[in-house]
């Protein structure tokens, strides 16, 4: 996170005026303050009209002297916003008037605050792309050598230091995540009638791919110690499979939010039915398991580098795998499935799913600095973890001993209470322009797969639940103290109101 800001806030009492000061005075007080607005209080301290610039030039076109008062200011009802009210309410008041600053009344109609439109109008986001240094360098180095094909130097780099990285023998740079997905499932033979394992609790384009195989979805829980897929769940769908006489082809095991599934007990029951694991890694890039790095359990791992991603090349995705022949499969059927000959031929059919050299050379630049930035999404986890550790009714996404987190996005559940539950707390957030979501939809409960089959964690759904009280709050690496004491103020404000 950034250190703290430092805004000069319009002091109230700085502020305030009464009929007896004079024009000159108020002139001069205007012109100090940069507020552009002066309040006019009556004798008992009740806000009685606001005075800018331009009703000051009024009364002296109208003989007013600088050295009189205020008496002849016409009354005027004064813009306010009562407290308590939303950033939004109070944006969209400027907006409506024109204005940029809006005293705050509370009780006797007296002005507590006065809100400043360059200071409430920036909106927090979930997750926004952070560069670093290097990125520009290795665009410009593209540029300078006309290497703006989706093939070049940087490519290669980026797919030998990601895999360096995560300790993979081999990668293929790709146009995005899903197309890693879908490679990765092509590789494993997975086809029509085909039947994939693959977590409920995750996006949509975990699964996607395997309907672009022709192939289908049956999805598999979470657990409560990871949120990942659920080892009991699991191995009651491959049971289920064996006594039905069928196997699928591939299980899809989704790292949500940085954090690794677990693993150990997950592989071995996919090595015991023998069946082939592709990790969607999208997520959890930098995250490791037992200090094995996230992505690099089955065999074939996927990564994404979408915008939201913890790095990103604006958009991109990696596939890799220990196997030197898959990893040349993808890139092959990457690049349109071209046969070894100078004429076009083709003998299978490719996509055109490599990445530009031009992103790659962003994708260098951020992985210099992942490490950096999976400490500062902790860091943020931890300082909301740490500032609302007294509020019962939060429940963060928990953090077994054998994981390392990169807390992509910080999630918790909310209990509801007294009426307030996920949904109002996410209204309230998005009031005081905070943007956060829920937890992924899971994928058993989406109309477009209400059709496949689904094995729960146990009797209760756990993804259900997660699904009905999750929530992501802002998590970016680019987030500041300020905006973290920003959002556990308005939570503590949300906790206040519910009870
Ligand atoms: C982002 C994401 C993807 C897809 O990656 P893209 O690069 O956006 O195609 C796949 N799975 C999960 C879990 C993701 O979060």
Redesign the pocket.
């Known amino acids: 996170m950034t250190a703290q800001r430092n805004f000069s806030r319009p002091d109230v009492e700085l502020l305030t005026i009464n009929r007896q000061t004079s024009v000159r005075d108020a002139l001069s007080l205007l012109d100090r303050s940069g507020a552009g607005m002066l309040l006019l209080v009556s004798p008992d301290g009740a806000l009685e009209r606001t005075v800018t610039d331009g009703d000051l030039r009024r009364l002296l076109l109208k003989g007013a002297s600088l050295e009189g008062n205020l008496q002849d200011l016409p009354n005027q009802a004064p813009r306010v916003i009562g407290e308590g009210e939303s950033r939004r309410a109070a944006l969209d008041l400027m907006n409506q008037h024109g204005i940029h600053h809006l005293p705050v009344v509370g009780a006797q109609g007296k002005v507590v605050a006065i809100l400043e439109r360059k200071e409430i109008d920036a909106q927090i986001l979930l997750s926004t792309p952070h560069m670093g240094d290097s990125e520009r360098q290795y665009v410009e180095e593209a540029f300078k050598t006309n290497w703006i094909a989706p093939l070049g130097p940087n490519v290669d780099a980026f797919e030998r230091e990601l895999a360096e990285m995560v300790g993979a023998r081999h990668a293929a740079a790709l146009s995005?995540?899903?197309?890693a997905?879908h490679l990765g499932l092509r590789l494993l033979g997975v086809g029509a009638g085909d039947k994939v394992f693959c977590s409920t609790l995750?996006?949509a384009?975990?699964a996607n791919p395997i309907v672009y195989q022709g192939a289908e979805p049956v999805f598999i829980d979470s657990d409560r110690d990871s949120w990942n897929m659920s080892p009991q769940a699991l191995e009651q769908a491959f049971e289920t499979a064996r006594r039905e006489g069928w196997m699928p082809k591939a299980v899809i095991i989704?790292c949500?939010y940085g954090q690794s599934a677990d693993m150990d007990p997950l592989m071995a029951l996919c090595r015991h039915y023998n069946v082939p694991v592709l990790e969607?890694a999208?997520?959890s890039l930098g995250a490791t398991y037992k200090g094995k790095a996230s992505g690099t359990f089955g065999r074939l791992g996927a990564y994404?580098?979408?915008g939201n991603?913890i790095i990103t090349t604006s958009?991109?995705?990696m596939l890799v795998s220990d196997d030197a022949d898959l990893i040349a499969k993808a890139r092959f059927l990457a690049t349109q499935a071209r046969d070894p000959a100078p004429h076009y031929q083709h003998s299978e059919i490719g996509f055109n799913y490599r990445m530009s050299n031009i992103l790659a050379g962003v994708g260098r630049g951020q992985l210099q600095v992942l490490r950096s930035r999976v400490e500062a999404r902790r860091q943020v986890f931890q300082a909301y973890r740490e500032a609302l550790s007294d509020l019962d009714f939060i429940t963060w996404m928990p953090e077994p001993t054998w994981s390392y987190s990169t807390h992509w996005l910080t999630a918790c559940t909310i209990a509801p209470h007294a009426g307030a539950d996920r949904h109002s707390l996410m209204q309230h957030l998005a009031g005081e322009l905070i943007e956060a979501r829920p937890l992924w939809k899971p994928m058993h409960l989406q109309p477009v797969f209400q059709s496949c089959r689904y094995f729960a964690h146990g009797d209760a759904s756990v993804s259900d639940q997660l699904f009905d009280q999750g929530i992501c709050l802002p998590s970016g690496s680019n987030m500041s103290t300020v905006d973290v004491e920003r959002i556990v103020d308005v939570i503590r404000r949300f906790r206040r109101r519910a009870s």
């Open positions: 995005s995540g899903t197309a997905l995750t996006f384009a975990s989704v949500l969607d999208a997520e994404s580098f979408n991603k958009g991109g995705g």
